[in-house]
């Protein structure tokens, strides 16, 4: 952010465009500004320009799956401290963890409920 009233940025990594159109949607109807990527590159590349408070990172992707992107974001000085949720169609504990321990914030499983989601986002931004 820089503006002192700037909003938020949310960058949302999600290769289905509809799921990317509505999650985008309800966080810019919550107040946050968001960037949509459709798959890691992108994220990537949009991250060269603007900085996000969060990522919303879908794990199966093309290119480069959310697995990679993950792993590299976490592994990266100027980016490991970017909380990310995770979007799943997995609901499995096991999975679920697994990205939990590689650095993932928290995780939503596809579809996805909105209030659940708005829920998340202000816990993590604290806004």
Not at 85 to 94: A, F, L, N
Request: hydrophobic share 40%; with cysteine.
């Amino acid at each position: 952010m820089s503006a002192i009233n700037a909003k938020p940025l949310i960058i949302i990594a999600e290769d289905h465009k509809d799921t990317a159109l509505v999650l985008s949607r309800l966080l810019e109807s919550e107040g946050y500004a968001t960037r949509i990527a459709n798959n890691g590159g992108e994220l990537f590349k949009l991250m060269r320009n603007e900085k996000p408070r969060l990522i919303f990172l879908d794990i199966q992707m093309p290119w480069m799956d959310g697995t990679e992107v993950l792993l590299k974001l976490k592994s990266e000085k100027d980016t490991a401290g970017i909380p990310v949720i995770i979007c799943t169609g997995e609901d499995g504990i096991k999975e679920v963890q697994k990205y939990i321990n590689w650095g993932a914030f928290d995780h939503i499983t596809k579809p996805f409920d909105n209030d659940a989601v708005c829920e998340k986002v202000r816990k993590i931004l604290k806004s």
